[in-house]
């Protein structure tokens, strides 16, 4: 069976990003990792959705980058394991990319991959993983760069 995408956008950010571009690049990650029968959302949102839901499930008070809900349930009508949700603050993402002086585009695909990779079990809060997370994300932001899924503009 296939893998299968979903990407959500807040009404505000629908001309931000082209839905295909994330869906080329969580499939690019599903080959990579040798994932199949999986399903996985993408949601890029607002800076208010990220402080409510931050504060909501991790009682943090404050918008954040990125937030991941992990899953892992059999889907009963497609089959397919829901790895989980990754949901991105846009307005984040494009003051980090102003920060690090690299594009916005290349901020969406860095903390897509990183989510991506916390969904497949990943913690760099542990020592021992910290190291390997890291290099498996500069390795796959690599490997889309030079795919020309993203660029570094």
Known sequence: MSNFVSVVFNPDF???IDANSIRDLINTLFLEEKICNTEISVALE????LRTLNMRFLGEDYPTDVLLFPNGAILPDSGRK???DIII????AHTQATKKNHGFLFEIYFLIIHGFLHLMGFDHCVAQE???MFSKQDLLLKKVLKNGSGNKE
């Open 89 to 92: 603050s846009v307005e984040m």
């Open 82 to 84: 829901y790895m989980g």
């Open 46 to 49: 607002s800076n208010d959705t």
């Open 130 to 132: 910290s190291v390997e």
């Open 14 to 16: 629908e001309n931000e």
